[in-house]
Nanobody
Framework: QVQLVESGGGLMQAGGSLRLSCAASGSIFAIGTMDWYRQAPGKQRELVASITSGGYANYADSVKGRFTASRDNAKNTVYLQIDSLKPEDTAVYYC?????????????????WGQGTQVTVSS
């Protein structure tokens, strides 16, 4: 029904910048809050940024000042700008969204996840 596809990951040098994208497609009626999570090797997945449909963003304390979430509602896309990259930013970054979908009987809301994009930061 709905797919979330992340892009923009890669191997980066510490101190550099990166912008991740996550595009939603499918039977979308509306998209609510969109989130970015990350999961480092051997660690639990953690929420790093959330952004409402109105553009209000919240961040984990560990990334405040370096991460900036934004979204383009017309394109059903959310972005994550990461500045001053650190080796500890190395993780798989996942997009998550609460999506109101059209169904055969009306509309409903589901949670969707992207497949993840790897970010590796070398020192």
């Amino acid at each position: 029904q709905v797919q979330l596809v992340e892009s923009g990951g890669g191997l980066m040098q510490a101190g550099g910048s990166l912008r991740l994208s996550c595009a939603a497609s499918g039977s979308i009626f509306a998209i609510g809050t969109m989130d970015w999570y990350r999961q480092a090797p051997g660690k639990q997945r953690e929420l790093v940024a959330s952004i409402t449909s109105g553009g209000y963003a919240n961040y984990a304390d560990s990334v405040k000042g370096r991460f900036t979430a934004s979204r383009d509602n017309a394109k059903n896309t959310v972005y994550l700008q990461i500045d001053s990259l650190k080796p500890e930013d190395t993780a798989v970054y996942y997009c998550h969204a609460k999506v109101v979908v059209t169904t055969a009987t009306g509309i409903g809301q589901n949670d969707y996840w992207g497949q993840g994009t790897q970010v590796t930061v070398s020192s």
